[in-house]
């Protein structure tokens, strides 16, 4: 799933370029680049999608020229990510017919940063021969290592099972409860029980499970797979288009997650990171010594714990910041972000506004 429009890290994400476009943890690659990256042993190409917006399609697939074309699934109106899924779905149905049914899918994110992409793997094909052996639905749930409120949590319950399905030394547990983000308190409490887990957003379940679940949380959206598969059989865009249109835009969590009757959480420990937000810096670039990150080659005096990044370059524009501590300064052609570390999450809250001022730089 690349279709996000990554708000939290405007000014450098914008709509013709969101932050699965940018390169926040290596300078050489773009988040959507690593991603992919991290599965192809795993995956051949011709067996990975990847679902965008229709307006991203294009600089999808001149970014990743080695995926199929056709592998590029645009979405033609933002309908969150149980939208995605239904239309991913009907691609997958119309491409390869009933042979579809039995296929077992792995669902990825684009933005998200992989520390260890063996163990990653590792973990890859216990959920997938898990989706694969069991009538569920699999999740990925990650060990936190801080009490963060920027991430769902999944409750897991009772101890680890025995899934003959799942190899090596990875564990499967029941799902006992989906978390929606919480505050400090409770993400501190979550922490203290060993039993929460962050909610990584990805997915694994053979497209039979997948349907037989959704239409019983999610009638409506169930509904809809059938049609567009159709039509898109049928090369009948007009008709895709109206019926993705008409579908509400949800989240898979709220859609089919939450509400579903048998879903296993594969723990996991291969260093993952969301990249949520400008403070994620702090934890995929290089620190200088006195706890900043800089990139652009911007000017620091007497700063600590900062996060400064000069797009254009200092052949373009000079940025110099002086005595701030726990700040983030982000300098991008046309705009200028200031805000404290700690609240980089509100930065939604100032594209709000600008969207409600008809701004053009978004």
Avoid at 39 to 62: K, S, V, Y
Avoid at 295 to 306: A, F
Wanted: charged share 25%.
């Amino acid at each position: 799933m690349a279709g996000g429009s990554g708000e939290r890290f405007w000014p450098l994400s914008r709509r013709s370029r969101p932050k699965q476009f940018l390169r926040l943890a290596d300078s050489a690659k773009t988040l959507l680049e690593q991603a992919v990256e991290a599965i192809t042993p795993l995956f051949p190409l011709d067996a990975i999608f990847i679902a965008t917006g229709e307006h991203l399609a294009e600089a999808t697939r001149e970014l990743l020229p080695h995926i199929p074309a056709a592998n590029v699934i645009a979405e033609p109106y933002q309908r969150n990510t149980a939208g995605c899924l239904v239309l991913a779905t009907a691609h997958l149905l119309a491409r390869f017919g009933n042979d579809a049914a039995r296929a077992v899918v792995a669902v990825l994110a684009a933005d998200h940063l992989i520390a260890d992409p063996d163990r990653y793997r590792e973990t890859l094909r216990t959920a997938l021969a898990v989706a694969d052996r069991e009538e569920v639905l699999v999740t990925l749930g990650i060990a936190p290592n801080r009490p963060e409120t920027g991430y769902g949590y999944i409750e897991v319950s009772g101890e680890r099972l025995d899934v003959p399905a799942a190899p090596g030394d990875i564990p499967v547990y029941a799902s006992s409860r989906f978390h929606e983000k919480p505050d400090r308190d409770a993400a501190t409490a979550y922490l203290a029980t060993g039993r929460h887990l962050w909610n990584s957003g990805m997915f694994f379940w053979r497209i039979s499970s997948f349907l037989a679940e959704l239409s019983a949380a999610s009638p409506q959206l169930a509904r809809a797979v059938e049609p567009i598969a159709a039509a898109l059989r049928d090369g009948d865009d007009k008709w895709v288009r109206s019926l993705f249109r008409d579908l509400p835009a949800v989240s898979i969590d709220y859609a089919l997650m939450e509400k579903a009757r048998r879903v296993l959480v594969v723990k996991s420990d291969f260093g993952w990171d969301d990249i949520g937000a400008w403070d994620a810096l702090d934890r995929t670039m290089p620190l200088d010594g006195s706890g900043n990150v800089t990139v652009g080659d911007p000017v620091l005096v007497n700063c600590s714990g900062c996060i400064v990044v000069n797009e254009p370059g200092p052949a373009e524009q000079t940025v110099a910041v002086v005595g701030m501590d726990g700040f983030v300064v982000i300098v991008s052609g046309d705009a200028v972000l200031v805000v404290p570390k700690d609240r980089t999450q509100e930065v939604r809250a100032a594209v709000a506004e600008l969207k409600r001022r008809g701004s053009d730089r978004l």
